[in-house]
């Protein structure tokens, strides 16, 4: 069994900057593609950046080079670094995990993976 453990999260000033870590037990994150989602209350959740499985990284358009996902093999966490945050950010951001199917990449895709985390607060005000 795969578990997820997001933490990291916080309040910051438009322009500050956040880690969000991702702590994976039961599954190395090297042989899965991984992904962070945030979600809005009362709005879906969106993808905001994913790697796969072989290193590629994909971002949201609106993350406009600000965030950098990455990910540890030594500690089996993945990390997404935000800077020059706005007020625009602000949801909880989920991690999430899983092999994929069928061959293809949908890092964006919620359906596509597996296994979630319970998702870490963050919070910008202006």
């Known amino acids: 069994q795969v578990q997820l453990a997001e933490s990291g999260g916080g309040s910051v000033q438009t322009g500050g900057s956040l880690r969000l870590s991702c702590a994976a037990s039961?599954?190395?994150?090297?042989?899965?593609?991984a992904g962070w989602f945030r979600q809005v209350p009362g709005e879906e959740r969106e993808g905001v950046a994913g790697?796969?499985?072989?290193?590629?990284?994909r971002y949201a358009d609106f993350v406009k080079g600000r965030f950098t996902i990455s990910r540890d093999s030594a500690k089996n966490t993945l990390y997404l670094e935000m800077t020059n945050l706005e007020p625009e950010d602000t949801a909880i951001y989920s991690c999430?995990?899983?092999?994929?199917?069928?061959?293809?990449?949908?890092?964006?895709?919620?359906?596509?993976?597996?296994?979630w985390g319970q998702g870490t607060q963050v919070t910008v005000s202006s």
């Open positions: 790697i796969h499985s072989d290193g590629y990284v």
């Open positions: 039961g599954h190395s994150f090297n042989s899965y593609n």
């Open positions: 999430a995990a899983g092999p994929g199917y069928g061959g293809r990449w949908w890092p964006f895709l919620v359906s596509f993976y597996d296994y």
